[in-house]
Each structure stands twice: as C-alpha cells, then as structure tokens.
C-alpha cells in the first residue's frame, strides 16, 4: 500500500505545488540562515581555536616600565617559559589614521598572512586585514611613515590582535582609524624615533608550556630587580624621583604610627584588665544589693507585721485600761457594799436577836390563848345546842314531827345547823334564829381558829427568831470577811488599773514608734532598689565598656596587626619605590583578560545557542502550517479514509502516509537549507559579518556532526511529532464516522451569539469554525515579530548608542595621561578614570568609573560624596537591573579586589557603562593623591606632550566609532526584518488559502444563492481583519517585551548602554505595516475566491 | 452456515433521542450465497451490514462469520478480521481522487498475502483500458466497478455491498449486478447486499425483509433469475 500511496505523494504535491513549495522554501530558508549562522558561529570559534594554536598564542603578557634585562629573560625561559618581546608605538600617519607598530615576530602571536609574505628587509611593512581592507590598501601599495615610503607586503592579522581595539577600554573596534603593522628589527628601530611615534609599550608575551602557572610568572617578574633609573621615560622618571623623596617621611610616619599603635595597645591591655577587675567588683556589689534588697523585702514585711502586731497590742491595752478601769470602780463599789452589808448584818444580827426574845415571849403566851378561845366556842356550841333542841322539842310537839335532838361539834355544826334550818323552813318556819347562830358560831370557830395559828406562828417565830438571830450572826461574820477581801480586790483593782494604764501609755508609745519603724524602713527598702538597680545598671554598665575596652583592644590589636602589615607593605612599597627594585609591571594579563584575544569567537559564541533553538521554534511553526493542510485533506478525504479502514487499513499506514510529505519537505528543506547553509553562501556569507569587523584569516567553512544532524533530521522529526500530535486525533476516528464524514461539534462552535447582524454572525461563525487556522495565523505572527523584533532592536540599539554617545560626549577632546603633571592644563577640566569589571551571561564587562568635580561642565552629573557612593548611568539599570538604593559590586580582576558601591543616583548617560564619583572620594577610596587625575577635558587642542599620554580621543573619533555598531548591523537586521516579513505573508497566505479551500463549498453554494463576490468576501475573508488586528496588538507587545528581556544576552560582550525603546509611531507603523500586509494577501486571496465556481458543490457531492 | 446473525441488538442515543434500530436480529446466510437485505428507510438494513462489517457495534447478540465471533472484538481485532475475511463496495465509491483505477485497486492489494491475479480481475471487470485513469476520467459504473475491484483485490470470503447501484443508472446498476454474479460464481464469494432496488432480490439466493429492526420475512429463492434479465433497474 505504501508503495502505491506514494505515487499519491507526487499528484497531491504537484496538485498543491505552491502550497507545498512555499513551505518548503521557507524552511529551506529558514534552515539555510539558522545553518549558516550556527555553521559560520562554530567555524569561527573552532577556526580560531585552531589559529591560536598554530599562531601559538601567547598564554599571557606583561607591559613593563623597562625591557627585561638578558639574565631576567634567560632566568624565564629557564622555567621552560617561551617569551617574546611584543613592545610596540604607535605611529600617526598623515591621514591621522594610527598604526601600533611591531617588530616581526618569530614565537609568539605568529602572523597569519592573508596575502604576501613577512617584511624581512627596510622599506617594508605588513598591515592588519582589516585596516587595509578600511583603508583600501592592497600588498604592493606603498604607504607613508615618517619620510620614507614603506611597501605592504604583507596582509594579515595577529591572533592577539583579532579584535584589534586601540585601548583595552574601547567598546567599539574601528579598523578605519587603527590597526597594527609589522616591519623589521631595523625599521621598528628607526620608527620608534621618529616624532610621529608615541611612547614605546614595552610588552612581553609568554608561552608557558605548561611549565608554571601565570601567577608564579608574574610573581617572578615583580621579583625581578627593577632599577628605576633605568627608566627610559621621563616623565616616569619623573614621577618617581618626585616620590621618591618622600621615603624618609613616610617611614618615620609609619614607625611613629607602629609605636603609637603599640603604645595604645599596652594601654589598652592594661584598661581592660582594669575594666575586668571593676566588672568583678561591680558584679559583687550588683549580687550584694540584690541580696540587700531581697532582705529589705523581708525586713519591711516584718516591720509591717510588727506595726500590725503593736496597733493591736495598742488596741488591746486601751480595752484593757478600760476594763481594769471599771473593774476597779466595781471593786470599790463592792467594798462599800461589804460594809454596808456587814453594818445591815449587824443591824440584822441584833433585830433578830430582839425578834428572838420577843417571839420567845409570845411563844410562851400561846397555850394560854388557845385554851381560852376554844373554851369560848365550846360554851358557845352547846348553848346554841340547847337553844335548837329546845326548838326542836316545839317542833315536835307543835307539830309532832319528832326530830331528833342535835348533837353539835365544832366539826359538823355547820351542816347539821344548816339541815336543821332547811327542815323547818319546809315546815314553813322561820330559821333566821338557826342561820344566825351558825353564823355566830362560824365567827368563834374562826377566832379559834386564827388563835391556833397565832400561836403556831408565834412558835414558829420564835424558832425563826432563833434560827434569824444564829443566821445573822453567821452572816455577820461573813460580811465582815466579805467587806475585808473587797477591801482587797478594791485595793488590787485600783493597782492593776494604774498598771494598765501605765501600759496603754507605753503601748501607745510604741504604736507611734513601730509605724515611724514601718515608715523608715519602707523608705529604707526603696534606697536600697534603687541602690540594687543602680548596681545592675552599673555592672552592665562596666559589662558594656569591658566589652568596648575589649572591642578596642581587639581593634587596636587589629590595628596594631594593620600597622604591622602596613609597615610590612609599606617597607615593601617604599623598598620598591624608592629603592633599586620598584615593581617594573605596569600590566600584566592572561589571554582570557585580553579582550583583543578571542573577540570573535566570543561575538558569535551566545549564537549557536540561540540559532539552534530559533530553529527549532521556526520549524515548529512551519511544520505546524503544513499540519493545517494534512488536517484540511483528512477531512476532505473522511470516506476514503472510512473505506480504506473498512477494507482493513491500518491507523498507522494511513499516519505515516498522512505525515510522510509534511516530512519530506521539512526534510528536503532542512537538507537543502543546511547543506547550502554549509556552503560558502550561507556560512561563508555568514562569516563574513565577522570578517568585517573582526581581525581573522579566511577561516575554512567546517560542518559539525551534530550540526548535520540537525539540518537533516530536527526538521524531519519535529515535523512528525508535529503532526502526529494534529493528526492522530482525526485518524483515530471509527470507520463508520469517517464514512459519514461526521462532523464533531467541538467547543466554541455551538457558542450563542445573541442578537447581531447576518454578516457579524456569519464571519464569527466563520472565524470560530477556522480558529485552528487562525490561532496558526496568530502564532506565526508573533514567530515572525519574534524575529522582526530581534532585528528592530538591532537596529534600535545601534542607533541609539550611536545617537546618544555622540550626545552624550560634551567635550571635543579627551586626553588620557600616562603620566600627569602636578597642575591641571589650562583650559581642561581633570577627572579621575578608572575601569573595573562586572560580570552578566558569562562576560566581565567593562564599567567606566569617572570621578569628577561638581562643577564639571562635560557632565550633567551631581555626584555624591562617599566613598562608597555612585551615581551610575541607566545603563547599570538597563544591564544589571540596579537601582537608586541597590549596593552593587564591581571587581579589579587585576588586583582581585571587590568593591561594593551604593547607587545613590541614576543618570541618563549612554557611553560604555558608566558610573560617576565624586573625585575626592575616588581618589580617596583608589589611595591616590588629592590632586590626583588621569584624564583631562577639553573643548579646544590642548597643548600636552605626547609622551605623558596613553592616547587623545576627540568627538569626531567617538562620532565615528558609535556610526560603526549602525553600519556593521544593517545586513543583519534588513535580513532579519525581511526574513520576518516573508514568514509572516507566506504563513497568512497558505492559512487563508486553506481557509478559502475548506469553505469552497460554502462560497459556492452561496454564490449558487446569488451572492456576489463582494458579498462571499465580506463573509469569508474579512472577519480575518479582526483576527489579524487582535492578534497584532497581542503579538506586538507580546514578541517586544520577550525579545527585550532576551536581547542583552544576544549582546551580553558588548558594553554599552541597552536602549530599546521603540517611539510611539514605530508601533504604529509596525501595525499598519501588518494590516497592509493582510490587505494584499486579502486581494491576492480575492483571485482565488473568485475562482470557486457554482459547480463545486455540485462536484464535492461526487 | 457461514454467517450466523443471532438477536442481534443495536440502538442509538440516550434518553429522548434513543432509537433502538435493531431489535433482535437473527438470520444466517450460507456460504457462497448471495443474499439481499431489503426494508422500508430507518428499517436496519444498512446498520445490519456495518454489524456485520464490524465497522459499528452490537448492542447484544451475535454474529459468526466463518465461525468467528465478532461481537466484542476490539477495534484492533476488527481491523484485522476485516483485513483477512471481508470486501466492502460503497454507494459512493469513496476511491482514492488521485490514485488511478489501478493503483486504487493495488492499495488493497497489499493488504493480503493471497490477492487475486490484478489483470484478471481488471478483465473481468473490464477495466483493462481504463486501469491508468484517475477516478474523475470514470463514469459511475466505471468507478464502482473500480470500487468491487477494490474490494475483490483481496480475494475476501464475504462481500458486503452497501447500495451497490443506488448511484447508478439503471443500465450501468446491470452491468454490476452481472459483475457481482459472475464474482459470485466464479470465486464463490459470498454476498449480502443492501438495497432498495426491489428487482434485486430475485437474482439472489436468499431475500431478508427487515421492518422495524426484526426480520419479517426471509426466503430462499427457488428460481433465481440472471441479473441480466432483470427489470426495472
């Protein structure tokens, strides 16, 4: 089957050649650039690698102040070291353009030759490429030094010069204005006298051979005896003879500041044993007031207990006094009664003694009396006896009762008398007579009676009288020992109150006492809190200046160790100095220090990083449209597909024939695109951006293995997976659903749209049913602004720091001393320059510190005094994200010293990457002197001898210089822009084309409806409009914002500032420019449209 | 029996929309034999046939084709079972738009070890002369005779035919018909044919009247008559 199907392949590529073709050659293309940029990237790095090595470069070079003597030189290379001297000057010709002049070179940094051959005799000389080729200047050509014409017979290029920067300070090569030349022993002798000739850099080069590390050899170098005299230039000369006199003064300094320190050492022991003896005494006292607090405590709470205790006593002694009081009123008072009683009991004693003799007397009377009145009542009895029976016998005989006598007693008279009377009353009788004797008789029997009693009592009396009478003798004597002991407890009583008394007196007293006691003693305990707080705080008082005393004796040890040391450097420092052996280096680097080694092998390492992985996004993106189009032919042939699974065809037949051509074009294109990649078109052509500022040979084109493989498979197998991840879903369908060609309602196609017009709901119908189509449209937009971007930031940066430097840089000329003189030239302003490094992406990036004067008028900065604070210009901001408050860290990779600055400040200012000091803290913080500058402004020529320079650099040369980043980046950011175009229009032409394809029906059956063009238009090709400009104002800012982030690792070797902003109408235009773009692929589109017929519906019916 | 069809069940749709298409199925054919299944629209016919097929599946039941049960297989399983046992011809001869007659045929071709002689089943197609041309240069027969050599090819020990003539004039839906005859006699294949031709059914060996999913009536015919006879096509 897959043989068959394969003839298929051809027909449908043939069918939709454009199609296929267009996807193919942008693959192609894309391929070829990322290829060639990848290819010319490795080439040159592995190219130059390879140089280095046959050029044998140098592993590291010193700059001296004098040549090395033979021994030193004998002494090196008897470390196994190869040494060269590489001294040079340079040479200012009469176009004003410079020429760093070397003698031929046998060992070291070997010169590649381009064309021609060695200068080997006088009157000859070998230029650096690129300054021939800026200055057109061809072997066989003569050029002028001094008064002779010297022939080129020679052009080629160093490799330690391959970025030929003038300074090490440079941001920007120009080969138009500088370059390097080799000539003979004789001639270099002889130009290096002449007047043109600035002073001679004397320079060695080093191949270590494995045979010692380059800080020993530089060790070695600095050990090597360095006689000052010898010194051929004099204005170094100079400078040291004028320090040199002040050797004596600064020892005796150093030593008065070594005794002094050590002085205030042994003093500072002493105080701190001092302070270690108080601090224990104070602990002692602190320990001792504690406890003395603590018993204060107590000893109020005692006092308050014994105050309680006496105003209770106190309390109880006035009851007390009050108590004895009445106790001794009472016992008076009982006393007296004593006596009264005993004086009543005597009185008593003697009444009873009367009643006694009286009651015996009436006692003795009694019988007599009794006798007598019961005699009276007898007589009585019987006579009334008599009287009734007498009666009694009238009775009977009046009437003849018979009654009997009465017999009366004094017991029963009373009743019988009273029946008597009652019984003749019956008789109708009168019985006054009987009741009125009963009556007398009742009065006698009570006289007896009261008799009987009287005499009774008067027994009784008696008894009592005599029983009174003894009593009262008892009682008497009682009284009488009763009124004597009241007399005592009287007497006591009396006593006991005075005692008690006298006791609430001195009770009294003592309450008084007792409070005054509590009152002191709480004031008492008070003082003595404040006495233990006082002690605290002063035993941490003593614990803070023991250990301050300890700081300082650790600081002034510290002190005295840095006295020490500083002794130590400074005898070093003033032995080299002033001495016959002064450090004779001037510079000394290794070759990863050296910016003009390696140049462009670093300018294009950061690119095949970012090649390789650009295209594989780009692929992803083309392969992904060729999907669109597999996907359009899956549904156009469902019931094929459906038949084809009926008969028993395989998913994966069909999926490996569906991917085969989105395979074999990026295959093809990947293939064609690489191998011309490879080719001197495309790598060579790529090479050649380097070539054109760089210093290197003709580098042979080399292809990598892995660089192969990507060409040829990575397009091929990211166009699988690709579409197999779009297609798979499709295939996976049942046979019956293709058959039927179901169509699936996916989400966002069943959405409501309310209440619009025909035409918005039928474009938005149409925009949903293709939104895969369009999310493609999108997505290569913003691939394709990804790269426009890279290539409009290209274009940004360039100008910009063309622009700005030049606005930027206020003075006309700028002179670099080697050796300045003690006043400031008139006419310039001085400041204080420095570079040091900071690394971003791997590269140690120059950073400019410029240390000024408030008042200096080349720079708009107010800077800030501080040793540690900086004003830094925007392009710290912009490279290393530190702001206003940030500390940031620079680093002397020389003197391996870091320096932490405080940004105080930001400035707009956009030459290299900059930062600005107050000159005084500079000078300060870099242990120069006050008057100290190395670099003068001016806005007019100065009059400055040239051998106290490094170099001049006027505005002109600046101008010149920022122009070069423009001009080096115009092919590469017109192709990047055109490149960007062209994927842009080809990914929206074949996406809505396909669009159109798949709505063939539709339009037809509209146009069969009777719509016009126009109409068919509106609907189906329009609403892209919407969908274009959406996705532009997304894509825009989208694709800026990542490539700006991206973009400072794209330059991260270049130190400048990074200026990307775009101006408000770049955006603008950048829109229109994609509206415009849609507009003509739209009114291409329109042919096509136009040319679906009424029949295609017909025909898509079979 | 070569195609066993027993209770065979199938519906579609849940709730409101269910519709249960077949009710339960059962009928055979036997080997060699062409049969045809007729009914009313929405009867079950062309549901039977794609049970039948394995391109859609039973709710229950069974269907045995040369011995092969299968009700249950997996998607995979059924791939290959239509691969070794079966032939499909479409109404719409869904071929290949730009492969041509020939090729369209060799793309099942390579689907079996076994496959017919290619210039034999061409001639008895007669598609000799047209073997090189592409779909869109054929009439409908023409094109439909490419589809039944398509699914010939394979040389498939059951044919089934969904409509074969539906798209088809009637002289031309003869010719096939005579086409599928001869290929019944020559290679014993069996058939079962959909249809709503009415005059199909007495050219074939078994008629099945499917109505409202269940088998209404099914007979052998006794006198079978030559598609070339046959009327009202």
Request: aromatic residues 8%.
């Amino acid at each position: 089957m897959k043989r068959v199907l394969f003839k298929r392949y051809l027909r449908d590529i043939k069918k939709n050649f454009f199609r296929y073709f267009a996807l193919f050659a942008l693959i192609a293309v894309c391929m070829f650039l990322v290829v060639a940029i990848v290819d010319s990237s490795y080439s040159i790095i592995e190219g130059t690698k390879e140089l280095q090595d046959e050029m044998h470069l140098e592993d590291c070079q010193v700059t001296l102040f004098n040549p090395f003597t033979d021994d030193e030189i004998k002494a090196i290379e008897d470390k196994g070291v190869t040494v060269e001297s590489h001294a040079s000057f340079d040479y200012t010709l009469e176009d004003d353009t410079v020429l760093r002049i070397f003698a031929n070179r046998e060992k070291i940094d070997l010169v590649s030759y381009d064309e021609g051959r060695e200068a080997s005799k006088h009157g000859e000389i070998v230029l650096l490429n690129r300054y021939a080729t800026e200055n057109n200047i061809k072997v066989g050509d003569k050029i002028k030094l001094g008064n002779e014409d010297y022939t080129v017979v020679g052009i080629g290029s160093s490799v330690d010069y391959d970025a030929p920067y003038r300074k090490l300070s440079d941001t920007a090569i120009d080969s138009s204005v500088f370059g390097t030349a080799f000539v003979c022993e004789e001639d270099y002798r002889i130009l290096k006298k002449d007047k043109k000739s600035g002073t001679e850099d004397v320079t060695y080069a080093f191949l270590l051979n494995d045979s010692i590390t380059s800080d020993n050899l530089k060790q070695m170098v600095k050990d090597f005896e360095f006689d000052y005299q010898r010194v051929e230039d004099p204005y170094y000369k100079e400078m040291l003879e004028d320090t040199y006199g002040k050797k004596d003064e600064i020892e005796d300094g150093i030593n008065d500041l070594v005794d002094g320190v050590d002085e205030l050492y042994d003093g500072c022991v002493e105080l701190a044993d001092g302070v270690d003896e108080l601090k224990d005494g104070t602990k002692e006292f602190k320990d001792g007031m504690h406890e003395l607090a603590q018993g204060s405590d107590e000893l109020v709470d005692g006092v308050k207990e014994f105050k309680d205790g006496v105003e209770a006593l106190d309390k109880g002694a006035g009851e007390l006094k009050d108590g004895s009081g009445k106790l001794s009123d009472g016992a008076l008072s009982l006393y007296k009664g004593t006596t009264s009683l005993k004086d009543g009991m005597n009185l008593i004693k003697d009444g009873a003694n009367s009643l006694k003799d009286g009651s015996n007397a009436l006692s003795q009377n009694s019988p007599a009396i009794k006798a007598g009145a019961n005699q009276i009542f007898n007589g009585m009895l019987e006579s009334t006896q008599n009287s009734i029976n007498a009666k009694i016998d009238e009775i009977n005989t009046a009437t003849g009762a018979g009654i009997s006598h009465l017999s009366l007693n004094g017991d029963n008279y009373g009743d019988e008398l009273t029946k008597f009377a009652l019984m003749i009353e019956n008789f109708g009788m009168d019985a006054s007579e009987i009741y009125a004797a009963k009556a007398m008789l009742d009065g006698v029997k009570q006289y007896v009676t009261g008799v009987g009693a009287y005499t009774d009592g008067a027994d009784k009396i008696a008894a009592g009288a005599a029983e009174l009478a003894k009593g009262s003798e008892s009682a008497l004597s009682g009284a009488k020992a009763l009124e004597s002991g009241a007399g005592e407890l009287a007497n006591g009583m009396n006593s006991l109150h005075k005692g008690v008394s006298e006791l609430k007196d001195g009770t009294v007293k003592l309450k008084d006492g007792s409070r005054e006691l509590y009152d002191g003693t709480r004031e008492l305990d008070d003082a003595i809190k404040e006495a233990s707080d006082a002690s605290i705080e002063l035993d941490d008082g003593v614990t803070e200046l023991q250990d301050g005393t300890k700081e300082l004796k650790d600081g002034v040890k510290e002190l005295k160790d840095g006295v020490k040391d500083l002794k130590k450097q400074s005898d070093d420092m003033l032995d080299k100095l002033f001495s016959v052996s002064p450090d004779n280096i001037t510079q000394f680097m290794n070759r990863n220090e050296n910016i003009r080694i390696g140049g462009a092998a670093g300018d294009v390492e950061i690119d095949k990083t970012v090649g390789l992985f650009a295209g594989v996004i780009v692929i992803i993106l083309l392969t992904y449209v060729l999907s669109v189009f597999v996907i359009h032919q899956i549904k156009t042939e469902s019931s094929v597909i459906g038949a084809l699974y009926s008969l028993g065809a395989r998913k994966s037949d069909l999926v490996l024939h569906y991917i085969f051509i989105p395979t074999m074009i990026a295959f093809l294109g990947g293939t064609i695109g690489g191998l011309a990649g490879m080719s001197k078109y495309g790598c060579k052509w790529q090479m050649s951006d380097c070539y054109s500022y760089f210093s290197i040979p003709d580098l042979p084109v080399r292809a990598p293995l892995y660089l192969i493989l990507y060409a040829l498979v990575m397009p091929a197998v990211v166009a699988a997976i690709v579409n197999y991840l779009v297609i798979n879903k499709s295939l996976s369908r049942t046979a019956l659903s293709l058959l039927r060609n179901e169509q699936k309602i996916s989400k966002g196609k069943d959405i409501k749209l309310g209440k619009m017009s025909f035409i918005s709901t039928y474009r938005i119908r149409q925009i949903l049913r293709e939104r895969r189509t369009a999310i493609t449209v999108i997505f290569g937009m913003v691939i394709s602004l990804l790269i426009f971007m890279l290539g409009m930031d290209c274009y940004v940066l360039c100008e910009s720091v063309g622009r700005l430097n030049s606005q930027d840089t206020k003075y006309n000329y700028m002179y670099t001393y080697k050796y300045p003189t003690k006043e400031v030239p008139e006419g310039g302003e001085a400041c204080y320059i420095t570079t040091l490094k900071k690394e971003q992406y791997g590269y140690n990036l120059d950073i400019t510190i410029i240390g000024i004067d408030d008042d200096n008028p080349y720079f708009d900065v107010e800077t800030v005094k501080g040793k540690n604070k900086i004003v830094a210009s925007d392009a710290i901001l912009q490279r290393y994200h530190a702001n206003v408050g940030d500390k940031i860290v620079f680093t002397d990779t020389a003197e391996d010293i870091d320096y932490a600055f405080t940004i105080e400040k930001i400035v707009p200012y956009s030459v290299g990457i900059t930062v600005f000091m107050d000159i005084d803290s500079m000078r300060e913080l870099f242990g120069e002197d006050d008057d100290y500058y190395n670099v003068v402004l001016s806005d007019k020529k100065l009059d400055i001898e040239e051998g106290r320079l490094y170099s001049v650099t006027s505005k002109a040369d600046i101008d010149k210089a920022s122009g070069i980043f423009l001009k080096l980046m115009v092919p590469t950011f017109s192709m990047l822009i055109s490149m960007s175009a062209v994927i842009f229009c080809i990914v929206m032409y074949l996406m809505m084309s396909v669009m159109i394809d798949r709505a063939k029906t539709g339009i037809s059956l509209l146009k069969i409806l009777g719509y016009r063009n126009k109409e068919v238009k509106k609907l189906y090709l329009d609403g892209n409009r919407l969908v274009i400009m959406i996705g532009a104002l997304i894509s825009i800012p989208v694709a800026k914002k990542l490539i700006d982030i991206l973009f400072p690792s794209f330059i991260a070797n270049v130190a400048c500032s990074m200026h990307l902003e775009f101006t408000w109408y770049m955006y603008l235009i950048l829109f229109g420019a994609i509206m415009g773009l849609y507009e003509i692929i739209n009114f291409i589109l329109m042919g096509k449209l136009n040319k679906i017929s009424e029949n295609e519906v017909l025909k898509n019916r079979e | 029996m070569y195609l066993e069809i027993k209770n065979v069940k199938k519906s579609y749709g849940e709730g409101g929309s269910f519709v249960q298409v077949l009710k339960g199925v059962t009928t055979g054919v036997e080997r060699g034999q062409m049969c045809v299944i007729q009914g009313t629209s929405g009867s079950g016919k062309s549901t039977l046939l794609n049970c039948i097929g394995g391109l859609d599946t039973m709710d229950s039941g069974s269907v045995i084709v040369d011995k092969t049960e299968i009700f249950g297989m997996k998607n995979k399983n059924l791939a290959e079972y239509r691969r070794a046992n079966l032939g499909f011809i479409f109404q719409f001869y869904n071929l290949v738009p730009n492969l041509t007659v020939k090729e369209n045929i060799q793309v099942c071709e390579y689907l079996t070890k076994n496959p017919l002689n290619m210039n034999e089943l061409l001639d008895v197609l007669g598609l000799t002369e047209h073997q090189n041309k592409f779909p869109s240069q054929l009439s409908g027969g023409q094109q439909q005779r490419c589809a039944i050599a398509r699914a010939l090819i394979k040389n498939p020990k059951l044919l089934l035919c969904d409509e074969p003539t539906g798209a088809l004039d009637s002289n031309t839906s003869r010719d096939i018909l005579m086409l599928l005859e001869r290929i019944n006699e020559m290679y014993n294949t069996t058939m079962v044919i959909v249809t709503h031709n009415n005059s199909i059914k007495n050219m074939v060996h078994k008629v099945i009247y499917l109505k409202d999913g269940l088998v209404k009536n099914e007979y052998i015919n006794e006198i079978r008559i030559p598609a070339s006879e046959l009327e009202d096509l």
